[in-house]
């Protein structure tokens, strides 16, 4: 009897589930589309994901996050550019350095995850 209220428990969550997703299974407008689709460029260039890392652990200037991950710093201003135009990143301005630091929690948790996943696979 307890395995069969766990069987129809099993169907009732999973009709859940998939009603849940009907539910929000809306079109993707064109501007979410694009945004997701560069969101996961940014991800998929291993400069950019060290880069995000490292900001992850706290804010880096550009030549400190240059002089860390041994790069030259035009190469990584032009991945911040990038990183910013899509509001990944943000920076703040002490004197005439620039301070980099994560700006998007929900994409630097799906970093860490998927980092983590990486490790225990």
């Given amino acids: 009897m307890g395995k069969n209220n766990k069987q129809e428990n ?37 400069t950019r994901v060290k880069i995000l890392h490292l900001l992850a652990q706290k804010e880096h200037s550009v030549n400190e996050i240059a002089d860390s991950l041994s790069l030259l710093q035009t190469t990584v201003s032009h991945q911040l550019r990038f990183l910013k135009n899509l509001r990944l990143v943000k920076y703040r301005r002490e004197g005439t350095t620039l301070y980099y630091s994560a700006d998007d929690d929900h994409v630097m948790n799906m970093l860490q995850q998927t980092m983590y996943h990486a490790r225990h696979h």
């Fill in 10 to 46: 099993e169907v009732d969550f999973d009709n859940k589930d998939q009603a849940s997703e009907q539910e929000h299974c809306v079109e993707i407008d064109e501007e979410t589309l694009f945004i997701v689709t560069q969101t996961f460029k940014a991800l998929s260039e291993p």
